[in-house]
C-alpha cells in the first residue's frame, strides 16, 4: 500500500554500527558529565543499572550486538479507517529493532483485532471505554506488567516516519531526556509544520515556537529543551510515567500533555524535541471531543495544572494572579458582549474547586517525587504573561487564517485591527469625539440633566417600580385599574443592572443614548471595511441637531429613536442578507456573523419591544425605516431581500408585540387612537421651513451656512458611487426625504392628524444623512479612481468643505457644558412654592402638549391638559396608561368655565381630587431659554374669573391657580357628603366640606391610613371599582359608590383605618409571565450569538 514513507523506503535503511557497545555508549559526553557530577541533577539520570532492557542481535553475531531499550507504542483507535492503515503500516516499517504496539480500541475489540494483525501480526489489543476520556484510557499501560522502557504514546491519527522512534530513544540516552517529542507536520502537506515543542508561562498559558501555517525549512531543526511537548507523539520514559502516576485523569483530551510535561520537570526530568524524528498529523477529532469545547476543557485543565502542580507557597504568589486575570478577562467579554468567553472563564473556577479531593491527591502524589523546587521549574518558563504578548504579537501576515477563523478571540482582534495602519484615524476619531462629548456634557454629568419636558426625574426605586409594575392601579392621573406600562418593568430591571442607581440611570437613558447611537452608526457602517467610511458616517451623526434639539426641548422620545435606529438599521440589513451584511446585492463584509434567523427576529423584537416600551411611536419610526430600504432598492435598481427581510421583521415585530402584550391590549388594542401614539400637539407652531428641515432642525436651531453641510455631503455617493454603496446612497436618501417631506407637510397643515414632535420625524432622516455621508466618503476612496479625469476629481474637495461645516457647529455647542440645555426647570421654581403650601391632592396641568411631562387629552385652543400627584413632576407623570374614566369629567368642566358658564371650577373640580392648575406657557422658567408655547389669553381670562381660585404667578409664563374648594385625593369627610349624592349636588352646596385627608403608605398610591369618627364617610376621587378594600379596626366595610362615579364608604363606628388596593393574583401571574417572556427573549438572543465568529469594532 502507498504511503507517505514509500519513497523513503525506497532509499537504503541506516544500518545498526557494527562495533559492540552497550546502553552506556551511546550516552557520549552527556555520560561522562553525569559521571563526573558535572551535569544536572536528576533523579531521572539513565543509568545501566536502573534500565530494564533487552539486547536485540543484529545478523545473530554477538560481535554486532547492539543494547536498545524495549519500547512499548500505545496508541488509542476508535474505528478502522482508511487512513489508520497508514497509521499501522508506519508503526510495522519503524526500523528500532525492540519495540511493541498496544491498541486500545474504543470500538469492537474483534473487529479492531482482525483490522491490526494484518499490519502487526504480534500486536496487542485491549478494549477500553471512550467515555472514561483520553488521559484514563491510556493510563490502562500502568495497570499491567511490561518489560518496556519507554512508552510511545500515540493519537490515532499519526504516522511515524521509520526512523522516528530510533531517533528519539537514541537521543533520549543522549541528552539523558526522559520526555522526547518529534516534529509533527501536516498530513497532507509534509511542509507545514504543527507542532515542535512549547513553551509556558507562570499560569500554565502556552507559547508555541512556531506561527500558524509556518513551512518547514529546517529552521527549527536543532534538538531543544522546551517546557511542553504535545500528547500527539511523546516518547515517556515508563518509570517516569508510573511515579508521576501517568495522565490526570480528570483532564481528559486537552490540556494532559502540559500536565504530565510539568511534573516531569517537578520530578526533575528534561523535556526535549527531536525534529529530526517526524511525524505526519491529520488532527481529527475522534470521540474525545466535540465542536465548541476546545477553549472550556482547554481553561478547565490549565487551572487545574496549576492547582495541583505548585507548591504551597507558589501557589498563595500564583493564584491570585490566575484569579485576577480571569476576572479582567471576564469583564472585558462582558463589555465586548462575548458572554460564552465568560461563562467559560468562570465555569473553569466553578468546575475545578468542585473537585477538591482529586487535586490534593494529584498533590500528594507530586510532592513524593518532587526533586525541583518552583523556582527552578520557574526558571523553566516564560517571563511575564503569555495571554499579554500574544495579544500584541504582531499576526499581520496571518489574516487570511485570522478570517477563516484561527485566531478567535475578540479582544485579540481588537487590538490587531486598532494597530493597523488606517485605523489611526478610528483611534483619532474616538479620542477626539470621547473628548468633545464629556466636555460638551460636563455640566450635566456633573450636576444632572435638567427636568424638562418629557425628561422627568427618576425618583423611584427598584422596588417601586416593581411593585407598580406587578400592580393593577396606575396612580398617574385621577387614577383607574390598567396594566402599568411595561418601561416601568424594564426600568426596574435597568436599575438592578446598574445597582439601584436611578439617576445613573436616568443619565444613560438620556444623555448617554448620543454615544449609544454614534455606536451604532459605527457599527452598521463596520462591515463595509473602511476605517474611513466609519468615522465619516459617525462623525456626521454625531454633529446631527437633532439630538441636541431633542435636549434642548426635554424630548425623551427623539432621545431614544436616535440612540436606537442605528441598531435597528444593522439588525434590518442582517435580516435582508443585504451587502455587505450579507451576499444580497455583493459580496460580505469582513466580520459579519454567520446568518441566523433566529438571533436576528430574536434581536429585532427585543430592541423594537424596549423601544416601543419607552416609546409607542417606535413602532411607526421602524415600519418607515423599512419601508425606505424597500423603496430605496426598487430607486437604486439592487435586490432588497425582501422575502427573507418580511419573514424575519414579522417575526421581530410578533415578539415586540408579544413582550409589551399586556400593557398593549389595556391601552391601545380595546381603544386603539392615533392619538395615543403621537399624542395631542397641533402642528402649527413650526416655525421653520424646509430649508430648515433639510439642514435636520426645526427652525430653533443651527446656522443657515453651516447646516447646508449635510445637504452637500449626501449628495457625494448620488455621483460617484458604485455597487453596494450605490444602493445604500439611495436608501439613505430615501431615509433622509421622508422624515424632511413629512415634517414639512405637517408644517402646512396638510394633514389632518396630528404629528410627533420635529425631533421624531427627523431621526430617520438624521440616519440617512449619516449613511449617505460615509457612501460618499468610501465611493471617493474606491470609486473615484475608476471614472475619466474630469469634473468628478473636484468632488473631494468639495466633501472636505461639507464635512467642515457640518461639524464644527459641534465644537462651538460643546463650550456651554450642557449643549444649550436650560439651566432652570419648572420642578425649582414650583417646588418652593409646594413647600409654603399644604398640597394633598392632584395638579390640573394646561399648556402645549410639547411642555407636559404627563401624558394628556386635548381641549380648545390647541391646548392639553393632564393631571399629576403634585407639582413636581414625577417619573410615573412620563406613561401614558390609557384614556382615565374621569378625564371626560375634567374635561366638561374645563370647557363649561372655558365658555363662561361657571365662575366655581374649583367646586366643579373638588370631587377630583383637584386642588392645583398650573398653566405652563414656557418649557423652562426664566432667565433660561427655551420652547415658548404662550397660553392664550382668553384661557387666563377665564380662569381669572373663577371665585374659588386664588392666582399665583410662579414665573413669567406659569402661572399657578390655587383651588380653594377642593378636597383632597382620600378624605374622611361627614356622613352624608359624598356617598349616594349626585355630583350636581355636591358642586351646588353652598357650604362645601373641605374633609381630612388620609396618609399615603407608599409612594403609588395604593395604601392609606387615618383614624375615622363615627358618623362620617371615607372618600376616594378615583373611578369606582370593587378592588379598593377598607377596614376599621380590622373590620371589612362595604365599598359605596359616591358622587355618581368615585369609591365611598360608610363605617359605622370609628376607628383606625387602613385602606388599600388589592390587585388580583390572576394579573400577577400575567405579569411574570411577561416578566419570563422578556428573559427568555434575550437569553435567547444572547445565547445565538455567543460564539458568532466576527470582530467588534
Not at 350636581?984 to 395604601?1007: I, V
Amino acid at each position: 500500500m502507498y504511503s507517505f514513507w514509500s519513497e523513503v523506503l525506497c532509499r537504503e535503511l541506516p544500518t545498526f554500527r557494527n562495533e559492540t557497545q552497550t546502553i552506556w555508549s551511546l550516552f557520549g559526553k552527556n555520560t561522562q558529565e553525569c559521571q563526573q557530577g558535572t551535569c544536572r541533577t536528576s533523579f531521572w539520570r539513565l543509568t545501566f543499572a536502573t534500565v530494564e532492557h533487552s539486547v536485540s542481535k543484529v545478523n545473530n553475531s554477538v560481535d554486532n550486538a547492539v543494547a536498545y531499550p524495549p519500547v512499548e507504542i500505545v496508541v488509542v483507535a476508535h474505528a478502522s479507517d482508511e487512513w489508520f492503515e497508514d497509521v499501522l503500516s508506519s508503526f510495522a516499517i519503524q526500523d528500532y529493532p525492540d519495540f511493541k504496539v498496544t491498541v486500545l480500541t474504543t470500538g469492537d475489540e474483534s473487529t479492531m483485532q482482525s483490522f491490526v494483525s494484518e499490519y502487526l501480526p504480534e500486536a496487542e489489543v485491549i478494549p477500553v471505554d471512550s467515555s472514561d476520556g483520553h488521559g484514563k484510557n491510556l493510563n490502562t499501560v500502568l495497570s499491567y506488567e511490561t518489560n518496556a522502557a519507554f512508552f510511545l504514546f500515540c493519537d490515532h491519527d499519526v504516522a511515524l516516519a521509520p526512523d522516528a522512534l530510533r531517533l528519539m530513544v537514541e537521543e533520549s540516552l543522549r541528552s539523558n531526556a526522559s520526555v522526547i517529542g518529534p516534529k509533527i507536520v501536516n498530513w497532507d502537506r509534509p511542509d507545514e509544520l504543527l507542532d515542535i515543542g512549547c513553551s509556558v508561562d507562570k499560569l500554565g498559558y502556552q507559547i508555541p515556537r512556531i506561527e500558524p501555517g509556518e513551512l518547514d525549512q529546517e529552521q527549527h531543526d536543532a534538538v531543544s529543551d522546551v517546557f511542553v511537548i504535545s500528547s500527539t507523539v511523546a516518547l515517556v520514559r515508563a518509570d517516569l510515567f508510573r511515579a508521576i502516576s501517568g495522565f490526570d485523569e480528570e483532564m481528559g483530551m486537552i490540556g494532559e500533555d502540559l500536565d504530565m510535561c510539568w511534573r516531569a520537570h517537578v520530578a526533575g526530568a528534561h523535556v526535549i524535541t527531536v525534529p529530526l524524528a517526524v511525524a505526519r498529523h491529520r488532527e481529527e477529532k475522534g470521540e474525545y471531543r466535540s465542536d465548541g469545547d476546545e477553549e472550556k476543557l482547554r481553561e478547565r485543565h490549565r487551572l487545574r495544572t496549576i492547582l495541583s502542580n505548585y507548591g504551597l507557597a507558589y501557589s498563595l504568589l500564583i493564584l491570585p494572579q490566575a484569579f485576577l486575570l480571569s476576572l479582567f478577562r471576564s469583564i472585558g467579554s462582558l463589555l465586548v458582549g462575548d458572554f460564552g468567553r465568560v461563562r467559560v472563564l468562570v465555569g473553569s473556577w466553578i468546575w475545578n474547586l468542585s473537585r477538591p479531593r482529586t487535586l490534593f491527591e494529584r498533590r500528594k502524589k507530586l510532592k513524593s517525587v518532587r526533586r525541583l523546587p518552583d523556582i527552578e521549574v520557574r526558571a523553566l518558563q516564560s517571563s511575564g504573561y503569555a495571554l499579554f504578548k500574544s495579544l500584541f504579537k504582531d499576526r499581520s501576515q496571518d489574516s487570511e487564517k485570522q478570517n477563516s477563523g484561527m485566531v478567535t478571540e475578540r479582544f485579540r482582534r481588537l487590538l490587531e485591527s486598532m494597530r493597523a495602519g488606517p485605523s489611526r484615524v478610528s483611534v483619532a476619531f474616538v479620542s477626539l469625539a470621547t473628548l468633545v462629548f464629556f466636555f460638551g456634557s460636563r455640566h450635566l454629568i456633573t450636576r444632572k440633566v435638567p427636568v424638562i419636558g418629557e425628561l422627568v426625574p427618576f425618583d423611584v426605586g427598584i422596588q417601586d417600580c416593581f411593585s407598580i409594575w406587578f400592580s393593577n392601579w396606575w396612580v398617574t392621573g385621577i387614577g383607574h385599574e390598567s396594566t402599568s406600562p411595561t418601561a416601568i418593568g424594564l426600568t426596574g430591571f435597568l436599575g438592578i443592572v446598574f445597582l439601584g442607581s436611578m439617576g445613573l440611570l436616568r443619565l444613560v437613558l438620556t444623555l448617554g443614548m448620543l454615544p449609544i447611537g454614534v455606536i451604532g452608526m459605527w457599527n452598521f457602517l463596520k462591515p463595509f471595511n473602511s476605517p474611513w467610511v466609519k468615522v465619516a458616517g459617525a462623525s456626521i451623526y454625531l454633529a446631527s441637531p437633532v439630538p441636541y434639539e431633542a435636549l434642548g426641548s426635554g424630548s425623551w422620545g427623539g432621545l431614544i429613536l436616535y440612540g436606537t435606529l442605528p441598531w435597528l438599521l444593522v439588525l434590518l440589513g442582517q435580516a435582508a442578507k443585504l451587502s455587505p451584511f450579507g451576499p444580497i446585492g455583493g459580496a460580505s463584509g469582513p466580520g459579519i456573523m454567520p446568518s441566523n434567523w433566529l438571533r436576528e427576529a430574536l434581536g429585532i423584537g427585543a430592541l423594537v419591544g424596549f423601544m416601543i416600551a419607552f416609546f409607542p411611536f417606535a413602532s411607526v419610526e421602524v415600519i418607515a425605516l423599512v419601508a425606505a430600504i424597500f423603496v430605496g432598492s426598487l430607486l437604486s435598481g439592487w435586490p432588497s431581500g425582501a422575502l427573507r427581510l418580511i419573514g424575519v421583521l414579522s417575526l421581530g415585530l410578533i415578539i415586540a408585540l408579544a413582550v409589551n402584550l399586556p400593557w398593549l391590549i389595556d391601552v391601545f388594542a380595546f381603544d386603539p387612537s392615533w392619538e395615543w401614539l403621537v399624542g395631542t400637539r397641533p402642528s402649527s407652531n413650526l416655525s421653520g421651513g424646509l430649508s430648515d428641515f433639510l439642514q435636520l432642525t426645526a427652525g430653533r436651531s443651527g446656522n443657515q451656512i453651516f447646516g447646508w453641510g449635510f445637504l452637500a455631503i449626501a449628495v457625494v455617493p448620488l455621483i460617484l458611487a458604485k455597487g453596494e454603496r450605490w444602493a445604500w446612497a439611495v436608501r439613505s436618501w430615501v431615509m433622509y426625504l421622508g422624515g424632511v417631506s413629512i415634517l414639512w407637510v405637517d408644517s402646512n397643515q396638510w394633514l389632518d392628524i396630528s404629528m410627533p414632535r420635529p425631533e421624531i420625524l427627523l431621526a430617520p432622516a438624521s440616519i440617512g444623512v449619516a449613511v449617505a455621508g460615509a457612501m460618499g466618503v468610501g465611493a471617493l476612496q474606491r470609486d473615484l479612481q475608476t471614472y475619466r479625469f474630469g469634473w468628478r476629481q473636484l468632488v473631494p474637495i468639495s466633501t472636505l468643505i461639507a464635512f467642515v461645516l457640518v461639524v464644527l457647529p459641534v465644537f462651538g455647542n460643546a463650550f456651554s457644558g450642557d449643549w444649550g440645555m436650560p439651566d432652570d426647570e419648572l420642578n425649582q421654581v414650583l417646588s418652593i412654592q409646594e413647600s409654603d403650601t399644604n398640597i394633598e391632592g392632584r395638579v390640573l396641568w394646561i399648556g402645549h402638549d410639547d411642555l407636559l411631562a404627563a401624558a394628556g387629552s386635548p381641549i380648545a385652543e390647541g391646548l392639553t391638559f393632564s393631571v399629576t400627584s403634585g407639582l413636581k413632576s414625577s417619573f410615573l407623570d412620563r406613561w401614558d396608561a390609557g384614556p382615565e374614566p374621569g378625564d371626560y369629567l375634567i374635561e366638561e368642566a374645563l370647557l363649561l368655565a372655558l365658555d363662561g358658564g361657571t365662575t366655581k371650577l374649583g367646586r366643579l373640580l373638588a370631587p377630583l381630587g383637584i386642588s392645583e392648575i398650573v398653566l405652563v406657557g414656557r418649557s423652562s422658567p426664566l432667565p433660561s431659554k427655551g420652547q415658548i408655547e404662550p397660553i392664550p389669553s382668553s384661557v387666563e381670562a377665564s380662569l381669572g374669573k373663577q371665585l374659588d381660585l386664588i392666582r399665583i404667578v410662579a414665573s413669567p409664563g406659569i402661572v399657578r391657580y390655587e383651588n380653594v374648594s377642593a378636597l383632597p385625593a382620600a378624605s374622611v369627610v361627614s356622613d352624608g357628603h359624598a356617598v349616594g349624592r349626585s355630583l350636581r349636588s355636591f358642586a351646588s352646596d353652598p357650604l362645601p366640606e373641605k374633609g381630612t385627608a388620609l396618609t399615603p403608605k407608599n409612594h403609588s398610591a395604593t395604601s392609606y391610613s387615618g383614624f375615622v369618627e363615627r358618623d362620617s364617610e371615607i372618600f376616594l376621587s378615583v373611578p369606582s371599582t370593587s378592588t379598593w378594600k377598607l377596614s376599621v379596626d380590622g373590620v371589612m366595610v362595604q365599598q359605596e359608590t359616591a358622587l355618581e362615579w368615585a369609591v365611598g364608604f360608610q363605617p359605622e363606628f370609628s376607628g383606625a383605618i387602613e385602606l388599600s388596593h388589592v390587585t388580583p393574583s390572576k394579573h400577577r401571574i400575567v405579569i411574570l409571565l411577561q416578566a419570563f417572556l422578556w428573559i427568555l427573549v434575550l437569553f435567547g438572543f444572547l445565547r445565538s450569538s455567543i460564539g458568532s465568529d466576527r470582530s467588534l469594532l
